[in-house]
């Protein structure tokens, strides 16, 4: 049971355009977001994160939007670089008062910016 | 920043033997680090959580007698897959939890995966 669902695997965008990536979730216990950029025979890295109490994020180039309601999160990246090109990772924390609080992945999906 | 590296970055192994991955916080302190599988186009499955000092804590479906963990220290954690088979080719990814805190977004680090070939 996938708590964390990118249905998009793969993305081609032109440079230049904006770039949307979707995440759905379904657990509702999950009240932090993270977005990852992974590289082929890399770890992924940082990208962005939002937290459930707020619906927008902006840094730089990358915004991540949040719909609590529909539980869905997005992506936003714009203008798209040929530079981006990788597979984006959702990942979602539940409200948890340990420390170490466990990321649940998507499946990723590959993003394409053609020059 | 803070780095974590895994060593080997690839191996290959006959079936039946074991292989042991290592992962090490280079700049930090590690006090929880995570251990990741990844399978061909799906997500990063989380397989256990290892604390400095103590057992490691597995998830559900994945055998503790097979994946072999050890967090010695805190900068070294250690992945020992015990008689491999070829269903245990996959990458292999830890991260890790920097002692010092921070803010959620950067709580864990990633090492660059380990790519696992049983044959």
């Known amino acids: 049971d996938q708590q964390v669902k990118q249905n998009s695997p793969s993305l081609s965008v032109q440079e230049g355009r904006i770039s949307i990536l979707n995440c759905d979730y379904t657990n509702s216990m999950f009240d932090y977001f993270l977005w990852y950029k992974k590289y082929p025979a890399e770890g992924p890295t940082f990208l962005i994160s939002i937290s459930s109490i707020k619906d927008k994020n902006e840094d730089g180039r990358f915004t991540v939007f949040l719909n609590k309601s529909a539980k869905h999160l997005s992506l936003h990246i714009v203008p798209s670089q040929p530079g981006d090109s990788a597979v984006y990772f959702c990942a979602a924390i539940p409200f948890s008062s340990g420390s170490a609080r466990q990321l649940t992945f998507g499946s990723g999906t590959q993003l394409t910016v053609l020059p | 920043g803070a780095v974590v590296s895994q060593h080997p970055s690839r191996v290959i192994c006959k079936s039946g033997t074991s292989v042991k991955i290592e992962c090490r916080s280079l700049?930090?302190?590690?006090?929880?680090m995570f251990w990741y599988r990844q399978f061909p186009k799906q997500s990063l499955m989380l397989m256990a959580t290892?604390?400095?000092?103590?057992?490691?804590?597995?998830e559900q479906g994945v055998e503790k007698d097979k994946f072999l963990i050890n967090h010695a220290s805190l900068t070294l954690s250690t992945l020992t897959v015990t008689s491999a088979h070829p269903e245990d080719s996959s990458f292999y990814i830890c991260s890790a939890i920097d002692r010092r805190g921070g803010s959620v977004r950067n709580e864990q680090f990633f090492g660059p995966g380990t790519r696992l070939t049983v044959l």
């Open positions: 290892s604390n400095e000092g103590s057992k490691a804590t597995y």
């Open positions: 700049d930090f302190q590690a006090t929880t």
